[in-house]
T-cell receptor, first 113, second 117 residues
């Protein structure tokens, strides 16, 4: 049973560019969330998707957007990249039912130069 | 909004000894979940232990146990018989029990645990 998978593992982008990160949830999971983890800090919640809709959003600007597909996989898009967007982006999946365990992927390292 | 505080940026322990990591949180909710996650150098978050706020009994998973003090809003992690593989960043996390909480976690800043041979 594959866990949460993310791609790409590492990428380097130039300031002002756009980036798309991808996530496939654990088999059977219907909810995907994205987190940003800056170096030396705890992860910060970006947003959560369920039934192809954004259900909750953290304190992130509109430059951060996402999408969930019918197969529950998800994308995180960041436009107009800033140097401060350099971070590890973690995808997490779960079943929406309360109490279910949340599983994380290994993350995508984004460096903005 | 909920907040989670880990006041120990770094901790160290001798192999086979016991160490306790501290976590406090702030919330106005009565029902919620608390978690400890481990993040090794591979950076993947691994669930160590979870606690439901409505349960008075402290959760235990093998060598890992928690001391949950709901009134004090404290949630510490005790690692017994520490092993070299326990070395990692440990995060305390909070999740509401609301209908839409889904997979939204609020994390603390983490505690870097070093295990000395």
């Amino acid at each position: 049973d594959a866990g949460v998978t993310q791609s790409p593992t590492h990428l380097i982008k130039t300031r002002g560019q756009q980036v798309t990160l991808r996530c496939s949830p654990k088999s059977g999971h219907d909810t995907v969330s994205w987190y940003q983890q800056a170096l030396g800090q705890g992860p910060q919640f970006i947003f959560q998707y369920y039934e192809e809709e954004e259900r909750q959003r953290g304190n992130f600007p509109d430059r951060f957007s996402g999408h969930q597909f019918p197969n529950y996989s998800s994308e995180l898009n960041v436009n107009a990249l800033l140097l401060g967007d350099s971070a590890l982006y973690l995808c997490a999946s779960s079943l929406l039912a309360i109490g279910n365990t949340i599983y994380f992927g290994e993350g995508s390292w984004l460096t903005v130069v | 909004a909920q907040t989670v505080t880990q006041s120990q940026p770094e901790m160290s322990v001798q192999e086979a000894e016991t160490v306790t990591l501290s976590c406090t949180y702030d919330t106005s909710e009565s029902d919620y979940y608390l978690f400890w996650y481990k993040q090794p150098p591979s950076r993947q978050m691994i669930l160590v232990i979870r606690q439901e706020a409505y349960k008075q009994q402290n959760a235990t998973e093998n060598r890992f146990s928690v001391n949950f003090q709901k009134a004090a809003k404290s949630f510490s992690l005790k690692i017994s018989d520490s092993q070299l593989g326990d070395a990692a960043m440990y995060f305390c996390a909070y999740r509401s029990q609301g209908e839409t909480s889904g997979s939204r976690l609020t994390f603390g800043e983490g505690t870097q645990l070093t295990v000395n041979p």
